[in-house]
């Protein structure tokens, strides 16, 4: 399955965010997803993910509260809704499939969509 990312852009701080990932040639239905983000000068890391079904969710403890991971596995479709937007969160946000189970390794997801760049910025 090959993952793309899209939906990112310049927003003001305390703003909000869709991300969105399309997944083609195959079914997401099979995988776990999460999103994770890569600042510059830093290692890329968890933000959240999504289990098979969408009956689990989990968040890095920075984006608890403000960022909600969602899908339709109809549409191949994985959702990264952003709310109360922090300059902090400032990165390239990729989003990543897996079938080792729901985790914020990143090592555990074996598919990867190219990123897109969100700006946080007045």
């Known amino acids: 399955v090959q993952l793309q990312a899209s939906g990112g852009g310049l927003v003001q701080p305390g703003g909000s965010l869709r991300l969105s990932c399309v997944a083609s040639g195959g079914t997401i239905g099979n995988y776990d997803m999460g999103w994770f983000r890569q600042a510059p000068g830093k290692e890329r890391e968890f933000v959240g993910g999504?289990?098979?079904?969408?009956?689990?969710?989990r968040y890095a403890d920075s984006v608890k509260g403000r960022f909600t991971v969602s899908r339709d596995n109809a549409k191949n479709m994985v959702y990264l809704q952003m709310s109360t937007l922090k300059p902090e969160d400032t990165a390239v946000y990729y989003c990543?499939?897996?079938?080792?189970?729901?985790?914020?390794?990143?090592?555990?997801?074996?598919?990867w969509g190219q990123g897109t760049l969100v700006t946080v910025s007045s």
């Open positions: 999504i289990n098979w079904s969408g009956g689990s969710t």
């Open positions: 990543a499939a897996t079938r080792n189970g729901l985790g914020s390794n990143a090592w555990l997801y074996d598919r």
